[in-house]
């Protein structure tokens, strides 16, 4: 059985490690205390093509410079994935599911990018936490 939100491509825009050598010399570190810092933003547009939507996943890790300085690293994630449906669905129900499945997806694809791009730096392979991604943007009221 297909599912009703299918992701057909994704890509990476954007980016950027950066190891913080002044904490331990550039020898690898003791295990983190994890004390990073992460910030997400997230964009849904519509595709000109039916039924197609383009959801933008940024991830930042660190990225203030007091945080940078504490911890063993910093990094930029841009990921860009195109989602389609099936016809049996309707707007609401897609608007549900790209704002929330959609950016679920590209979680998982970038934490395999960001464990493959760490494996062999000075901090060891680094998996991203897991997200509860409906309470993170749930709507402030």
Known sequence: MTALMQLEDYTVSEIFFKVNESLF??????????????????????NDIKDKFIVRLLICCNNREEKFDANQFKFRLELRGIFSFTDEIDEKQKDQLVSLNG???????????????????????????????????????
Do not use: W
Not at 29 to 35: A, Q, V, Y
Not at 110 to 126: E, F, K, W, Y
């Open 25 to 46: 010399g550039g020898a690898a570190p003791e295990s983190s205390d994890h004390n990073d810092e992460y910030d997400f933003e997230r964009n849904i547009l519509c």
């Open 103 to 141: 950016i679920s997806i590209l979680y998982g694809i970038a934490r395999g990018i960001v464990s493959q791009a760490t494996a062999n730096m000075p901090i060891g392979r680094l998996v991203l936490p897991t997200v509860n991604f409906s309470e993170h943007f749930k709507p402030q009221g």
